[in-house]
DNA sequence: AATCACTATGTACGAACGTACGCATGATGT
DNA sequence: ACATCATGCGTACGTTCGTACATAGTGATT
């Protein structure tokens, strides 16, 4: 996503590095995922990154902005997929094909973390910076769907892909891709 | 849920207290609720149960007990709820009234707090003992909904539950019992 | 009434945290 | 070449946390 980083030991002793800040924010988005919003602090991040924790201070007003710009990158990635699936669609049948692809391979894909979206959920529950993402994440979801449904359907087939992603992350015998499919066919035909 | 707690002036000469352990229960539901578990510690507990902070060690091993506690008896309140809506319906006419009811009146009421099923999805994330609460709750969900639905429309409609409500809560624009009762009812009849 | 097991309480300690801040350093513009 | 300043770094402070533990009160049993 970003640059990489000097190697540890160059870090000790060179001190050159722009993009930081961007290493820094997809270092919390690993932390958030490993150890959760609850076990994420500066010092996890920069050890993450490999940066002496004075970093953080310094790029960060604090912990709040760091966690507020991972999350709206996080949401932005996922958004942006969905979008580009959707956007080249050209009939409702692909549509519904996008769909499909988007909760088995992007969403429910193993390199994705789905933990992640609902770290956000929880954070944004009382995090009103964090709300706005998620509403925002949300209504570009339903826009992108509403170029091929109703706003009607298109709403309620957000909240079924919601459903679906969240109860195969969650389940120890998770959905396979032919009931999901089977799931959102059963909505859209 | 369980008896009063004695006054704050009354603790402060008394002690006998029994079902303090119950009300510590309760009083983590109600921190979870406002702080987050991630606010959640000893002494806030303590504090909204208005018993000092050597009561908790005392009563649980350990934060992890409390917080599996809780969830637990979270849980087994939304899953009895479930389970006796669906057992008292006698056709599938009143079976997905029931899923309906539960939807819009029970899970999204204003008393119950939604939030604590996110914190709970959160918190098995990375906790063993809490996705084994977890999955224990889903089952027992797709279990009730089998008395009336074959497995795989029991496991989507499970789903579409989950995504309904997740959704409602989160948007600054819930959707509407009427809007809810169209998706069900697009699924199930 | 005496005893005892259980419950309740206050306090203390070490660890981890967010954050601030002074100093060092290297890039940049002249 | 040199001055300037944004960036990088180490460290320290005050707070809060989980947990342990010694002591004290209480209800039950005899």
Redesign the pocket.
Known sequence: MSEPAPTATA????????H??DRLIDAALQVIAHRGVA??????IARAAD??????????????EILTEAFTRHADGIARVFDERLTAARTRDEAVEAVITLVTDDLLSPGHDLVLTVELYVAAARNPRLKAVTQAWMQRSRDALERHFDPTTAREVDALIEGLTLHSALSTDPMTPAQIRHAIERYLR
Request: charged share 35%.
């Open positions: 870090r000790r002793t060179r001190r050159h590095d722009p930081r800040r076990g994420t602090t500066h010092r996890e940066v002496p924790l004075g970093s953080m201070t310094y790029h960060f007003a604090g912990l709040d």
